[in-house]
T-cell receptor
């Protein structure tokens, strides 16, 4: 069974902390994505990566960075967490040339 | 302006009812997805469509490319169908756009 695994289901962090959200996929997918989901706004793309060490900004990259040192792992980094980054974060992956998506189960981050 | 609009935003149905969720989009697309998100956050891909109609169990998805419209139907709804249903499109420019979701509650 294919899997996208996000390391934490729930996280609580303090304002100003550096936060790492990890995502690992076991499907050898080239493309990986980070979204955040907020009520009334739907899913919004933060960053995506189409290959190791490659990254592209999505719609709302401000305040975030990403790292993809290995094909299976895509990390989202909040350099200095702020309360407006309290959200559900979803990781997804897909094959190049495929339109299918596989999502992780999400990380609910609260910044206090 | 949202490239993908869903209706209704919230829907409550009695068990056994036939349910329709609608999705309209404004961009040229290469594919349209229907996603299901259960409480707790996990998202499952239900359908991927580029034309016509697909059926899986009690779920049916249709798309009309000319009208830029898709519908998700659930026949004989059940409380376990309670979830948020999200329409997403992959544009011909390779961008993904998401609707804000339809929250469905099926009452026994």
């Amino acid at each position: 069974d294919v899997k996208v695994t996000q390391s934490s289901r729930y996280l609580v962090k303090r304002t100003g902390e550096k936060v790492f959200l990890e995502c690992v996929q076991d499907m050898d997918h080239e493309n990986m994505f980070w979204y955040r989901q907020d009520p009334g706004l739907g899913l919004r793309l933060i960053y995506f990566s189409y290959d190791v060490k490659m990254k592209e900004k999505g719609d709302i990259p401000e305040g975030y960075s990403v790292s993809r040192e290995k094909k299976e792992r895509f990390s989202l980094i909040l350099e200095s967490a702020s309360t407006n980054q309290t959200s559900m974060y979803l990781c997804a992956s897909s094959l190049v040339g495929s339109y299918g998506y596989t999502f992780g189960s999400g990380t609910r981050l609260t910044v206090v | 302006k949202n490239e993908v609009e869903q209706s209704p935003q919230n829907l409550t149905a009695q068990e056994g009812e036939f349910i329709t969720i609608n999705c309209s989009y404004s961009v040229g697309i290469s594919a349209l997805h229907w996603l299901q998100q259960h409480p707790g956050g996990g998202i499952v891909s239900l359908f991927m469509l580029s034309s016509g109609k697909k059926k899986h169990g009690r779920l049916i998805a249709t798309i009309n490319i000319q009208e830029k419209h898709s519908s998700l139907h659930i026949t004989a709804s059940h409380p376990r169908d309670s979830a948020v249903y999200i329409c997403a499109v992959r544009s011909t420019g390779n961008q993904f756009y998401f609707g804000t979701g339809t929250s469905l509650t099926v009452i026994p």
